[in-house]
């Protein structure tokens, strides 16, 4: 017998259970969609402010307090007594930019959007390649041939929507920098390029503003914040830029993924020291990172040079001195990171990819020399050629003579001489090598023109570049 008198079997309580249980799970479901609604709008002591493209974090925090899905969403923080409610405030008033979003710039980005800075920029003018992946972490294969920024800024979102994420797809330059790092009460240098370290460091000190830089190359990183509450600025250290040949870049060196990785979640750690006003942020100490010997060090720096050029005590860097500055002259190196394109030789001394194709399909004698390091041939190389690289060149020219009397011993019973090349990865190493070759009597060695990413450009699409 229900409460209303009608009677009932047991069946009919299994339904009756069978169906609110039914109901709970819609409500349920309901509620978890109406929560994550609730998160995309600013709360306002519990009344909801419509806050549609671009959340602004001063609607969150009623004099200082924040919303309670800010407690919730940042409730590991706070639960930190260095840290506290005090530190999240000042995060999420905070602006960071971020130039740069690859190795070091994919985990800063993730970390400072997921920790609730209030704005971040993010500057890039590049786009998302396969080769990214294996460490620019913040990419996924989808985003391959879009927008670096575009892709970033999509993340981001995706961990954090409160978060405004502004998007500056474009070269970080001279004629941009001022405007773009007014915007920001902190900066984050992840690019890889000595030009724009110059560059971002002096805008930095012309708009006083701290910079966390980081820098990671191979198995090594290092960290450090320049222009910190007195502390020294880029120029302090290096005065004059390291020459060009000291300047390797990933592409060239290859990078283990996960060491722009650390020091790139270290740079995050120090802007959000310097955001939240905790800690002793990295300024005048150095932090170096070995990966192989997983060893940490922290060094003293020197302090600011009352004789450097930017920050120092008679420095007349003025924000028109800046936009008139030419990085690429004084580091004599270029900002864009398209590789280098010597041209060293005479055309007679040189051959395409697609000539050499012909030469070698028509059965010609020659020898083909690769004068890339060893451990680049064993990634991919073409067949029948004769590894000897370019810095080992001078010990073994004996191999050189011997590989071309070989030659024509095989293919010319009129011992017409074999014809010599050489190739390297892009084309700038194998002109290096054919000039030492011709001083050394080899008269005839000609380079192949673009390397072997010609020969995989204009004659085999299927042969792997790197
Ligand atoms: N002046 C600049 N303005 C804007 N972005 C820059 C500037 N200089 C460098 N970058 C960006 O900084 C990022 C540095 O990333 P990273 O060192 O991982 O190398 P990469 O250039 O993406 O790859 P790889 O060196 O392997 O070809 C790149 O996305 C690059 O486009
Ligand atoms: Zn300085």
């Known amino acids: 017998m229900d409460s209303n008198g009608v009677a009932e079997t047991p069946a009919d309580i299994r339904r009756e259970i069978a169906s609110l249980e039914k109901a709970k799970a819609e409500i349920d479901d309901r509620i978890t969609a109406l929560r994550v609604r609730l998160s995309s709008y600013g709360s306002v002591n519990g009344n909801e402010v419509a806050n549609s493209s671009a959340p602004r974090t001063e609607e969150t925090l009623l004099n200082g307090q924040l919303s309670p899905d800010m407690i919730y969403r940042y409730s590991r923080h706070l639960l930190l007594p260095s840290v506290g409610v005090e530190a999240q405030a000042n995060l999420l008033k905070c602006s960071v930019l971020v130039i740069g979003a690859g190795g070091l710039g994919s985990p800063a980005l993730l970390y400072l959007a997921a920790c609730g800075i209030g704005r971040v920029g993010i500057v890039d003018h590049d786009v998302v390649e396969l080769n990214n992946l294996h460490r620019q972490i913040i990419h996924t294969e989808a985003y391959i041939g879009r927008s670096k920024v575009e892709s970033a800024a999509a993340a981001c979102r995706a961990i ?68 910190y509450k007195g502390g020294p600025c880029y120029r302090c250290l290096f005065p004059t830029p390291p020459p060009t ?136 190389s073409l067949p029948k050629s004769l590894n000897i690289p370019l810095a080992s060149m ?50 005839s060695a000609k380079d192949i023109i673009g390397g072997l990413e010609s020969w995989a450009h204009d004659v085999d699409p299927s042969f792997p570049t790197y």
């Open 160 to 227: 954090n929507s409160t978060v405004q994420i502004v998007e500056h797809r474009e070269a970080f330059r001279t004629s941009n920098a001022l405007e773009i790092v007014r915007k920001y009460d902190i900066v984050v240098d992840a690019t890889d390029n000595v030009p724009s370290r110059y560059m971002i460091s002096d805008c930095c000190v012309v708009l006083g503003k701290p910079l966390i830089s980081g820098a990671a190359l191979g198995l090594e990183g290092q960290l450090t914040v320049y222009n």
């Open 245 to 380: 040949t000291a300047c390797q870049r990933c592409a060239d060196s290859g990078v283990l993924g996960v060491v722009p990785g650390v020091i790139g979640c270290l740079q995050a750690l120090e802007a959000i020291k310097v955001a939240g006003a905790v800690g002793e942020p990295l300024s005048g100490r150095m932090l170096l990172f070995d990966a192989l010997s997983a060893r940490i060090r922290v060094v003293k720096i020197r302090g600011r040079s009352p004789q450097c050029e930017a920050c120092g005590e008679n420095s007349k860097l003025t924000e028109e001195q800046f936009c008139n500055f030419n990085y690429e002259t004084f580091t004599q190196s270029p900002l864009s990171t398209s590789p280098l394109k010597l041209h060293l030789l005479p055309s007679e001394a040189r051959i395409t990819s697609k000539e050499y194709n012909e030469r070698i399909v028509k059965g010609e004698a020659h020898v083909l020399v690769d004068v890339r390091p060893a451990h680049h041939y064993k990634i991919i």
């Open 394 to 443: 001078e010990a073994r020219l004996s191999e050189v003579s011997a590989a071309l009397a070989r030659e024509e011993g095989h293919k010319n019973n009129n011992s017409q001489s074999a014809s010599l090349y050489v190739i390297c990865r892009r084309g700038n190493d194998s002109q290096r090598a054919v000039q030492y070759l011709h001083k050394m009597g080899f008269a």
